[in-house]
């Protein structure tokens, strides 16, 4: 743990105890998200209006799920990979069974090899089989097994060709690779701190959505996702 991470703390202990629910106001406790977004809009080249903090990495895919998983009678597919993350193919599995979907909606991309080239051939080649009825790829940029990048210049390629979404998720990169979001054009990402960037119990996670679907109403509203500006006028 760093040094400085028990200052910080005790510094915001020190805040509560003397401010108690004041905090929020003094401490500028909301206002946390700003300072937190723009230091994580470096780590990830985004501006950090297109980051918000969540509670963990699963709470902010299912978010995302939330706004942008709205499956029809012929696009309902959500493609991952084989080794995928179990809490990450848990969160997809809710959303299938909460619009009441066949399981076989979740198609896992076989990605057993260690070969990174096999690897994404077979999950452009998933995609290509099932493009009419595919409406996510949800997918790490790394490749927890083998720690091998996919190449997702090809994946992203495919799915922009038959209008599928790419969601990626960072848990095994952020902190640890170079990232370019904005390069990488993805439609959304989630994160966790809980690796690479060391953090400890109560971590946060993020997620980042591409400015190109900024205006898109959030699928599960609350104070974040809300503008502050709102906000602090409904609760003056
Ligand atoms: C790839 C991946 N996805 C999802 C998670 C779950 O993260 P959280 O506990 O923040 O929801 C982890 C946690 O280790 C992970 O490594």
């Known amino acids: ?18 401010h108690a629910n004041a905090g929020w106001r003094h401490g500028k406790w909301l206002e946390l998200e700003d300072s937190i977004t723009h230091k994580l809009g470096q780590v990830l080249r985004a501006d950090p209006k297109d980051i918000g903090i969540a509670a963990s990495l699963s709470t902010g895919m299912h978010s995302l799920m939330a706004t942008f998983y709205k499956p029809n009678e012929k696009r309902n597919k959500i493609i991952m990979l084989s080794s995928e993350f179990t809490s990450d193919i848990l969160v997809s599995q ?3 069974e909460t619009h009441k979907l066949d399981p076989n909606a979740l198609l896992l991309a076989d990605v057993s090899d260690k070969i990174p080239t096999v690897a994404t051939s077979n999950v452009v080649k ?14 790490s940029l790394v490749s ?16 922009k060709k038959y209008g599928i979404l790419l969601f990626i998720d960072l ?28 953090s400890g119990p109560g971590c946060v996670g993020a997620i980042y959505i591409n400015p190109r679907h900024t205006g898109v109403k ?13 906000l602090t006028m409904q609760n003056p």
């Open 126 to 139: 998933l995609i290509e089989e099932n493009k009419e009825t595919v409406s996510i790829v949800a997918m």
């Open 218 to 230: 959030p699928g599960l509203r609350g104070w974040f996702g809300t503008d502050r500006a709102v």
């Open 144 to 159: 927890s097994h083998f720690s091998h990048y996919y190449d997702l210049d090809q994946i992203r390629q495919a799915c």
């Open 94 to 96: 809710s959303w299938i």
């Open 171 to 198: 848990a095994h990169s952020l902190g640890c690779v170079p990232i370019n979001i904005t390069e990488l054009d993805v439609d959304a990402a989630y994160m966790s701190s809980s690796k690479y960037m060391n």
């Open 1 to 18: 743990m760093s040094k400085r991470v028990r200052e910080a703390m005790l510094r915001y202990m020190n805040d509560w105890e003397q």
